[in-house]
């Protein structure tokens, strides 16, 4: 990569990463927030599936508007957005506001995501994509893994502190963006008109497209992944006994796997094998972690079984993305969008799904994760998408 795709890169790490850390900061604090406000479990599965499905619901449309407006105007706006949901959420004292804040960081989410993964798309070249969204992915992770360890240090001043401090950091992002980011999108791509349409028809018309086959693989390893997550502390806890600090350094360390990894192996691997070709080996490896996951009978090897899960799923994230943009030609807004979109659709119903499995045996949502792991992957073989990659 030439020094200014560097630079450009930088820029969109630097802002996925405060965009998803942002999110993370506000983790420690939020059961004793809930609780301070009269409210508990069912009001953070709310936060999760509200989030989720406002960034759901306007995915699609913001993937159109990056095509149409440009990339870095909606990365503007979806960084305002997020630092506005936490300006809501700090200045929140009902769950009714707090809801309201969760809408408005989903709808920022929407706008950003998708018009990040497009504008990486502008700037590298075809060989060049799966490290450009290899770096924006570790980006993510390591967002997911600093976040929590900063809201837990601010926490100490005051039970709000991370909210007001992400609030401000998002503010400087959006400062930050204005001065520094470029607009990518080639000024001689063309869009063409075309009327919004509803989200359901939008992802109804998504089944034509020659990605459609990698957007079900995102859906379903989101799926997993949430599913695996929402329940994985309480797992721990009532089978092996493990306390808060065994479970965040399991997160924290699995983290920080995935950021090494999506640096500096990702795009290695990619290149020795294809994407096809990864695809297909870690949706297997994947399935065979939520396999061993049914059979564990201690904690140390439900570490290990983790780290290979969120290993897998931290290669198979840039594959996806690369797959859908290589896949996508001049409609790279709007693919990111519906990729946003599917990602969100399994965001929305791991958690719901797992929950309520979880309450029937502890055991269920691991093995619905393997069954629908293992189908995937027999598409995955199946599918032949990947001979129209140029």
Known sequence: MT????????VLMINMFIAIGSFGIIIPILPAYLKSIGQGGTAAGLMIAIFAGAQLIMSPIAGKWADKYGRRIMIIAGLSGLALSMFVFYFSDSVGVLYVSR?????????LVPAIFAYVADITTMEQRAKGNSFISAAMSLGIVIGPGIGGFLADFSLKMP????????????????????????????????????????????????????LVITLVMSFGLMAYESVLGLFVDNEFGASPQDIAWMITATGIVSVIVQLLVVDWIVRRFGEANVLKLFLGIAALGFFLSIVVSNYAFFFVITMIIFLSTSILRPVLTTLISKLAGQEQGFAM????????????????????????HIIYPFVLGLIVLLLTMIGSILWKGTKNIA
């Open 3 to 10: 020094k200014d795709q560097r630079k450009k890169l930088l």
């Open 337 to 360: 969008g519906m990729n946003n979109a599917y990602m969100s659709i399994g965001n929305v119903l791991g958690p719901l799904l797992a929950g309520l499995l979880y309450d029937v």
């Open 103 to 111: 809408v408005i960081g989903g709808i920022g989410a929407a706008l």
């Open 163 to 214: 909210l007001l401090v992400s609030a401000i950091v998002g503010v400087l992002a959006v400062v930050f963006s204005l001065f520094v980011l470029k607009e990518s999108k080639p000024e001689d791509s063309t869009v063409p008109e075309q009327k919004p349409e509803p989200m359901v028809k939008e992802i109804v018309q998504s089944v034509k497209k020659p990605y459609f086959v990698p």
